[in-house]
């Protein structure tokens, strides 16, 4: 999952108690979603307690605000928002018929992403990739970077350097729900990656 790998370098750097906080935060709030047309689960980040629900027993889903869903199973509510890893997935594998879920809000929000220049996924909402995290190039950029190149260049170094023994697989597969954009090509190479 590319952008694990990115928020796990950033917590790879220098560690103090801040950022240690940071971790903590962010494993208490994050939690991970799998999901296919039977149902899903969701695990806490620290991999503590999992629940496994499939969508025959549930009695609703509802998507608010287009950022969180919330789900009534049994006497459980639960509420999955849009920064848990798997839940742009999540959304588009809700089977037809609940009454309380608006179907077409879905589907045209994935009709309007448009392509990221770095993941090379169908991600990009509003300047930012939902996918990979990154933001979209912009002019004020240049009192950091030369140029867009080097900046998009960057950024693929990032996202696809391989984290100790992972293979290098600079690509553009469908992931967490993201479709990939045919017309994408890698600023990149392997040798970019093996210095
Ligand atoms: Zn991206």
């Not at 103090?16 to 047309?37: E, G, V, Y």
């Not at 509510?77 to 009454?99: C, E, R, S």
């Not at 300047?127 to 979209?136: D, M, N, Y």
Request: hydrophobic share 35%; net charge negative.
């Amino acid at each position: 999952m590319k952008l694990l790998n990115k928020i796990s370098r950033w917590f790879l750097l220098p560690s103090d108690r801040k950022i240690n906080k940071l971790i903590k935060d962010f494993a208490a709030k994050t939690k991970i979603i799998q999901s296919d047309h039977h149902g899903f689960s969701i695990t806490n980040f620290d991999e503590e307690g999992k629940a496994t629900i499939l969508w025959k027993d549930l009695e609703d889903v509802k998507i608010e605000n287009g950022r969180l869903i919330t789900i009534q199973h049994r006497k459980t509510k639960h509420v999955l928002t849009a920064d848990d890893i798997g839940w742009y997935q999540l959304i588009q594998q809700v089977p037809p018929g609940f009454k309380s879920y608006d179907y077409a809000y879905v589907k045209n929000f994935f009709l309007n992403l448009t392509g990221c220049k770095i993941c090379g996924l169908m991600a990009v909402e509003d300047k930012e990739c939902l996918a990979c995290g990154s933001a979209v190039w912009n002019p004020e950029m240049l009192d950091s970077y030369d140029s867009e190149a080097e900046y998009l260049k960057q950024e693929q170094i990032c996202l696809f350097e391989p984290i100790d023994d992972e293979k290098i697989d600079i690509s553009n597969r469908p992931e967490n729900g993201f479709q990939s954009d045919p017309t994408w090509k890698p600023l990149i190479s392997r040798e970019d990656l093996e210095g």
